[in-house]
């Protein structure tokens, strides 16, 4: 079972280091520049809204919503360790966040890298790409009409 732990300011290096990783093949793709991904990090950085993402001991991720304006919010720096990757805790901490929002009636978005592996399991649970730039998709799931 996933568990959740608040993340602090601190975690920022290790969640950075974590980004880097787990978005070099975006980032090299798309050929951005690495000190331009950690600015960016740390301007939308929020630990308030950030969870680290634990199996028992093992850290395998992290997860973001930020609330946003209008009814909706914005899934941010969702990233798994590679080693944790394909065994469907992607797909139980998506399912968990949309749980939430239909709850709370909260529509989501998401920003993804252009050809990123993440654009079908965001497809498979309802999410519609509603804008397109130049190296990014915006996605959104639509849980208030």
């Given at each position: 079972?996933?568990?959740?732990?608040?993340?602090?300011?601190?975690?920022?290096?290790?969640?950075?280091?974590?980004?880097?990783?787990?978005?070099a093949?975006?980032?090299?793709?798309?050929?951005?520049?690495?000190?331009?991904?950690?600015?960016?990090?740390?301007?939308?950085?929020?630990?308030?809204?950030?969870?680290?993402?634990?199996?028992?001991?093992d850290?395998?991720?992290?997860?973001?919503?930020?609330?946003?304006?209008?009814?909706?919010?914005?899934?941010?720096?969702?990233?798994?360790?590679?080693?944790?990757?394909?065994?469907?805790?992607?797909?139980?901490?998506?399912?968990?966040?949309?749980?939430?929002?239909?709850?709370?009636?909260?529509?989501?978005?998401?920003?993804?890298?252009?050809?990123?592996?993440a654009?079908?399991?965001?497809?498979?649970?309802?999410?519609?790409?509603?804008?397109?730039?130049?190296?990014?998709?915006?996605?959104?799931?639509?849980?208030?009409?």
């Open positions: 079972m996933i568990t959740y732990v608040q993340a602090t300011a601190d975690d920022f290096d290790k969640l950075l280091a974590l980004r880097t990783t787990v978005m093949e975006d980032f090299k793709r798309h050929e951005i520049d690495v000190d331009r991904t950690k600015y960016y990090f740390a301007k939308a950085f929020q630990p308030q809204y950030t969870s680290i993402l634990m199996i028992e001991n850290e395998i991720g992290c997860v973001s919503v930020q609330p946003g304006e209008g009814g909706e919010d914005e899934l941010k720096h969702f990233y798994l360790y590679p080693k944790f990757q394909g065994y469907g805790y992607g797909t139980d901490v998506l399912k968990r966040i949309i749980r939430e929002q239909r709850k709370n009636g909260r529509n989501l978005t998401l920003h993804v890298f252009k050809g990123s592996e654009i079908p399991l965001y497809k498979k649970h309802g999410f519609n790409v509603v804008e397109v730039g130049d190296f990014t998709e915006r996605l959104r799931l639509s849980v208030v009409e």
